[in-house]
C-alpha cells in the first residue's frame, strides 16, 4: 500500500466548484492507476473518476462534463476539479490507487473499488441547495 493524503474537500452552494487534490508518491502518480471515489451517507461507495499511467481517463454518468480528473507528476499530485455542483454530489472523498511493482505501468481506468489496493482517509464535500 501507498499514502495518498486528500485535501480541498468543503462547503459551497449548488453550482459552485471544488477542486480536490491526493498527494501521492512520485512512483504512484508515475505508473499506477488512480482515481476518486466517493461514499454518500448510507450508499455505497462508488467510482467517480479513474486514470491510468498513460492519462486515459473514465468517469461516472453522473459526473460527465461536469468532473476532470488530472494528475500533475511534478508535483506527485492526482486532481479532481469539479464544477457544477449539485446536492447529490455531497459525499466523503476518497483518493485510490491500484498499484503495481516496481518497474511495471498500471494500463486501464478502474472505477470499481475492488480493484484499488490503497485508500486515502478521505476528504468531505458538502453541496447545499
Same mark, same amino acid.
Request: with cysteine; charged share 20%; glycine share 12%.
Given at each position: 500500500? +501507498?499514502?495518498? +493524503?486528500?485535501?480541498?474537500?468543503? &462547503? #459551497?452552494?449548488?453550482?459552485?466548484?471544488?477542486?480536490?487534490?491526493?498527494?501521492?508518491?512520485?512512483?504512484? #502518480?508515475?505508473?499506477?492507476?488512480?482515481?476518486?471515489?466517493?461514499?454518500?451517507?448510507?450508499?455505497?461507495?462508488?467510482? #467517480?473518476?479513474?486514470?491510468?499511467?498513460?492519462?486515459?481517463?473514465?468517469?461516472?454518468?453522473? =459526473?460527465?462534463?461536469?468532473?476532470?480528473? &488530472?494528475?500533475?507528476?511534478?508535483?506527485?499530485?492526482? /486532481?479532481?476539479?469539479?464544477? &457544477?455542483?449539485?446536492?447529490?454530489?455531497?459525499?466523503? /472523498?476518497?483518493?485510490?490507487?491500484?498499484? =503495481?511493482? +516496481?518497474?511495471?505501468?498500471?494500463?486501464? =481506468?478502474?472505477?470499481?473499488?475492488?480493484?484499488?489496493?490503497?485508500?486515502?482517509?478521505?476528504?468531505? #464535500?458538502?453541496?447545499?441547495?
Amino acid at each position: 500500500q +501507498v499514502q495518498l +493524503v486528500e485535501s480541498g474537500g468543503g &462547503s #459551497v452552494q449548488s453550482g459552485g466548484s471544488l477542486r480536490l487534490s491526493c498527494l501521492a508518491s512520485s512512483f504512484t #502518480v508515475r505508473h499506477d492507476c488512480m482515481g476518486w471515489f466517493r461514499q454518500a451517507p448510507g450508499k455505497e461507495r462508488e467510482g #467517480v473518476a479513474g486514470l491510468d499511467s498513460d492519462g486515459n481517463t473514465r468517469y461516472a454518468d453522473s =459526473v460527465k462534463g461536469r468532473f476532470t480528473i &488530472s494528475k500533475d507528476n511534478a508535483e506527485n499530485t492526482l /486532481y479532481l476539479q469539479m464544477n &457544477s455542483l449539485k446536492p447529490e454530489d455531497t459525499a466523503m /472523498y476518497y483518493c485510490a490507487a491500484r498499484t =503495481v511493482g +516496481v518497474g511495471n505501468f498500471c494500463y486501464g =481506468v478502474f472505477l470499481t473499488d475492488y480493484h484499488m489496493n490503497s485508500w486515502g482517509k478521505g476528504t468531505l #464535500v458538502t453541496i447545499s441547495s
